[in-house]
């Protein structure tokens, strides 16, 4: 029988449970057993120390064919449910979702350890150009020639720069160094000012 279960206690007191899936809950239920002899998990010590004959093994969702991926999923359904305090990892979670249930794991890890081995990254980074140098020359080149189009026209686009004119990213250099872009400059400094303007 293929079905997703929950442990819980019989004692109101002890309010921990678990939940887990299996494809023959029988054989299960006596390897919990078992394991509550000898623990090596957090369900099989919490068993353990409160004594077997506590605990209550509840058939939460029959699956008929076998299909693990189906059954993980339901099993991810009622942790979500009954929040078990038991399990040590979540059913059929991916490192996607992990990272979507804990927005700032995978930001702040990856600046912290920027931020301590600063150094050590950018030697990495430049070893790893000198490496793979023709390669990646290659992929920017073959990417460039399938996405042509694309970055002519981004290149072109007009955006509106801080003098009050129009540039584009590729004129940008160009319009910079422009004697229209250098007076609206110190115009808007003698204003900023406060001074007149002659």
Known sequence: ???????????????????????????????????????TTRVSEYIGHHGFEHFVFEVLEEIETYDRKKLAEREGHYFRLFK?????????????????DHPDFKNSNARLYHQKHREKCRVNSRERYLKNKEEMKQRAREYYRKNKV????KRHTL????????????????????????RELR???VLAKGRVVK
């Open 84 to 100: 078990p305090s038991l399990n040590m990892n979540v059913p059929n979670r991916s490192h996607e979702q992990y990272c979507l």
């Open 150 to 153: 694309s970055i002519v026209a």
């Open 187 to 189: 115009l808007a400094v």
């Open 1 to 39: 029988m293929n079905c997703v279960y929950r442990v819980y206690s019989t004692n109101p007191e002890i309010t921990e449970c678990y939940i887990g899936s299996t494809i023959s809950l029988k054989p299960r239920v006596a390897l919990h057993k078992t394991c509550s002899k000898k623990p």
């Open 159 to 182: 955006y509106p720069c801080c003098c009050g004119g129009m540039t584009s990213k590729a004129g940008l250099k160009e319009h910079l160094n422009s004697k229209g872009h250098q």
